[in-house]
């Protein structure tokens, strides 16, 4: 009895001990490391690497074409889009990230743009459940996709400002300058080397440049959040306040899993049906209050009302719904 009594103080110790290690890491302070002030506005001139960017600055909405996976020759098939950037699906999708790399040196030996870029805009999403601890324990995934050379991230069922404060704090390196809200970034020395090249700037330069934008106005990275389930709904005002967040969308398929049932038991409006409706709207208005970007699939018959909604992203890049939306705003800038 003695014995067992001993051990259980032991394992009791050892919790509190981790879980105060964990407490001080959260809690870890960036002013400690001397970190510089966040600039005030852009220092750099002429194009951002990130199309998408140059389009948000001039108030326009952006059309985005979506690939399951893909290597080499998919990146130099997709160089020639007319989409403003590309979702490279990972999260259903196979989880590869050497074909991710080949994927953007097809996109890089393609290039340039019709633009003027070195590539279009590349933003993966990967295989991990929204929560704070999936988050922790994945951030891997996230400095993976990074070095790659990509230009942003979206996490899926994006469930608690924690798991979105996470993400970006993986995604930042540790001499960013400092945000309050944020600890220290943790992203490693040797990330920016096959990712400099494919963005076509020195690895100085890239580590400068890749930070969340718009908190860093030279940043160059992008970071949204899928808000897909009710969990996710309940915290989505705060979750989408996190710094470093810059667009979120309302995610219509996973949603009718958990308000709708599955698909063929049920007959009516689907998207248009109230408690999904409902979802849509709070989310839209949860990112107009935070003054970030909201993204909705659109097609030919709905691209303006759409856009007229306040819709920033859409799906379609290389669509008649998209030419139809670019025309709508008066997109001047080729793509």
Not at 130 to 145: H, S
Not at 157 to 185: D, K
């Amino acid at each position: 009895m003695r014995a067992k009594l001993t051990w259980l103080v032991i394992l009791g110790v050892a919790a509190l001990l981790t879980a105060t290690s964990v407490r001080a890491q959260q809690a870890a302070a960036p002013e400690a490391a001397g970190l510089p002030d966040m600039p005030k506005q852009a220092t750099r001139t002429g194009k951002h690497v990130n199309r998408v960017i140059d389009m948000w600055l001039k108030n326009q909405p952006v059309y985005y074409a979506q690939i399951s996976g893909g290597g080499y020759e998919d990146g130099k098939r997709l160089a020639a889009t007319k989409a403003d950037y590309i979702t490279y699906e990972m999260e259903h999708g196979p989880l590869d990230f050497k074909e991710l790399r080949e994927f953007m040196r097809g996109l890089v030996e393609a290039g340039p743009t019709r633009t003027g870029h070195k590539t279009p805009p590349v933003i993966v999403t990967l295989p991990i459940a929204g929560t704070t601890d999936a988050v922790r324990a994945n951030t891997w995934m996230i400095q993976q996709a990074l070095a790659a050379g990509v230009h942003g991230i979206l996490l899926c069922n994006a469930e608690s400002p924690e798991a979105a404060r996470l993400m970006i704090e993986a995604s930042r390196y540790p001499f960013a300058p400092r945000v309050e809200g944020l600890a220290q970034g943790t992203r490693g020395n040797g990330s920016q080397a096959y990712a400099s090249r494919m963005w076509g700037v020195t690895a100085d330069e890239y580590m400068r440049i890749a930070d969340p934008w718009p908190l860093n106005p030279d940043g160059e990275l992008l970071f949204g959040l899928k808000i897909e389930n009710p969990r996710a709904d309940a915290n989505v005002e705060s979750s989408v306040r996190v710094p470093g967040i810059a667009f979120a969308e309302w995610g219509p398929g996973d949603h009718g899993f958990f308000l709708l049932g599955r698909p063929g038991t049920y007959q009516g409006p689907g998207e248009a049906a109230p408690a999904m409706a409902a979802v849509r709207r709070r989310v839209l208005n949860a990112t107009k209050a935070a003054g970030i970007k909201f993204l909705n699939a659109c097609n030919e018959n709905t691209v303006i009302d759409q856009l007229k909604d306040g819709v920033m992203i859409c799906t379609g890049g290389d669509s008649p719904a998209a030419d139809k939306g670019r025309a709508f705003t008066k997109r001047t800038d080729p793509w």
